[in-house]
């Protein structure tokens, strides 16, 4: 068994085919260069931070964070992913995964953009974005610009 694998002993995991990514994913293009480092990492070390999910209540479990982890571990052919299931709201909340998805790697303007669209399609209005996304008011209206192009 390769070490990685016994520190996650701890975690629960299970097959890649138990998992969905989350469809209100900011994050939906990849830079190829930083995608291969995370790869190369992840074949070298293995899955250090399990993804977190919640349940969708059709027997799979939704990714809240850590898609880019389960892609490289598709690419890789891993048998099991480990996880952790919540159930706190703060991580059920999609506006959690802007910063999640800044501190790692920030997101490209058209992933911001699609966000903020969504968003604004639920009803929020462009200072509630605007504060809960962390950027300036004027920010908005210049991403909805970019997301309503074709």
């Given at each position: ?32 260069e ?14 250090l ?32 992913l ?38 604004r ?16 008011p ?13």
């Amino acid at each position: 068994m390769p070490t990685y694998l016994k520190r996650q002993e701890r975690c629960p995991s299970l097959p890649l085919s138990n998992f969905e990514e989350d469809p209100a994913n900011p994050r939906f293009d990849e830079v190829p260069e930083d995608f291969t480092a995370l790869v190369d990492s992840i074949r070298a070390y293995g899955i250090l931070q399990p993804i977190v999910v919640q349940g969708t209540g059709a027997k799979r479990l939704r990714i809240r964070f850590g898609s880019r982890r389960y892609r490289a571990a598709k690419q890789l052919n891993l048998p099991m992913l480990p996880y952790l299931l919540t159930t706190d709201e703060r991580q059920l909340d999609d506006y959690a995964q802007v910063p999640e998805n800044e501190k790692r790697m920030p997101l490209q303007p058209l992933g911001l953009a699609t966000f903020i669209a969504r968003r604004r399609a639920r009803g929020d209005t462009k200072p509630v974005v605007a504060d809960r996304v962390g950027i300036d008011p004027s920010a908005v209206t210049h991403l909805l610009s970019l997301a309503s192009e074709p």
